[in-house]
């Protein structure tokens, strides 16, 4: 199928400029004309060209016919199809920040299964042009695909994550109690062991995924606090993509004039367009404070109760 061929420019006047907001929000969004030509692009491509094992039928006819049997109630439209950014956005594996959109456009796909769950197809199909400052059509290329978990239809409670467009109808099968879950643990060291009044510390902040779904983005907070300055504290966040079994490490060099203080770190799931759920016994492990270097001991006498 070939690609539209349409380019939105911003007006020869604007210029990008690094302030709070991202520089893509300086593009006009596609008008009508041209989000019809970036749908009909996906709706009638091959469902071969997004996965080798399928048919070369339009993805649409495809989806249909693979999805009709098993849906509850047939609406006017079977598949909801829109144009939409791609959805939050951070660059880089282990980004500092995350804006609710990027410099993406993508055509997303929703057909209600039933009451309790949706079935989700992303295509991405535009991407920004920070030199140019236009939207450039791109060959259509599978983001994601997931099932999604509701409740009385609009409510999110879980999803699962499919693979490949061939394998939605086997995953549509599965229970909701075998759908995999994240799981976060963290853990925090630092070197030397014992520091001296006024050394500068290495704190390592270490994020492991022990569950069996990846992460599109967790959401990691750090506070260290030296002992007994406020000015020093060192306060992160942190947004790394985790797969099931990954691990992150973030290194903070932090000055301890007393040669002692405390680190605390948090992880949690970050922006995302999914409902992702943590096993609960997880809990506990992602939420970690530590004491670094020697502390306090309280005098003997607060030790002990008083004889009497």
């Given at each position: 199928m070939a690609?539209?061929?349409?380019?939105?420019?911003?007006?020869?006047?604007?210029?990008?400029?690094?302030?709070?907001a991202p520089w893509w929000n300086s593009l006009p969004y596609p008008g009508e004309q041209a989000r019809a030509a970036l749908l009909q692009n996906v709706v009638g491509m091959a469902a071969s060209s997004l996965d080798p094992r399928l048919p070369p039928i339009p993805l649409?006819?495809?989806?249909?016919?693979?999805?009709?049997p098993r849906v509850e109630i047939m609406r006017p439209r079977f598949v909801e199809w829109r144009v939409e950014f791609c959805g939050a956005y951070a660059r880089g594996?282990?980004?500092?920040?995350?804006?609710?959109?990027?410099?993406?456009?993508?055509?997303?796909?929703?057909?209600?299964?039933?009451?309790?769950?949706?079935?989700?197809?992303?295509?991405?199909?535009?991407?920004?042009?920070?030199?140019?400052l236009v939207w450039r059509p791109?060959?259509?290329?599978?983001r994601e695909v997931y099932v999604e978990r509701v409740e009385e239809r609009f409510t999110r409670l879980d999803s699962l994550d499919v693979p490949a467009l061939s394998d939605l109808t086997d995953l549509l099968q599965l229970p909701f109690d075998r759908w995999p879950k994240l799981e976060f643990e963290t853990q925090i060291a630092w070197n030397p062991p014992m520091p001296l009044p006024g050394d500068i510390v290495r704190v390592s902040i270490l994020v492991r995924n022990t569950g069996k779904?990846?992460?599109d983005r967790a959401w990691v907070n750090v506070l260290i606090g030296p002992c007994c300055n406020n000015s020093l504290e060192v306060r992160r966040?942190?947004?790394?993509?985790?797969?099931?079994?990954?691990?992150?490490?973030?290194?903070?060099?932090?000055a301890m004039p007393e040669g002692r203080g405390w680190a605390h770190v948090d992880v949690s799931?970050?922006?995302?367009?999914?409902?992702?759920?943590?096993?609960?016994?997880?809990?506990?492990?992602?939420?970690?404070?530590?004491?670094?270097?020697?502390?306090p001991r309280l005098p003997s006498s607060v030790d002990q109760p008083p004889r009497r």
């Open positions: 690609v539209a061929a349409f380019v939105l420019s911003a007006a020869p006047s604007v210029i990008a400029q690094e302030t709070g649409d006819a495809w989806l249909f016919v693979t999805l009709a594996a282990n980004a500092l920040r995350v804006w609710s959109t990027g410099p993406e456009l993508c055509v997303k796909g929703v057909v209600e299964i039933s009451s309790e769950k949706n079935v989700h197809v992303v295509v991405l199909v535009a991407e920004a042009d920070r030199g140019t791109t060959s259509p290329s599978l779904r990846a992460a966040d942190w947004y790394p993509y985790l797969a099931a079994g990954q691990s992150v490490v973030a290194d903070f060099d932090v799931l970050g922006p995302s367009a999914k409902r992702v759920r943590e096993t609960p016994e997880s809990t506990d492990k992602r939420r970690l404070t530590v004491p670094i270097g020697e502390q």
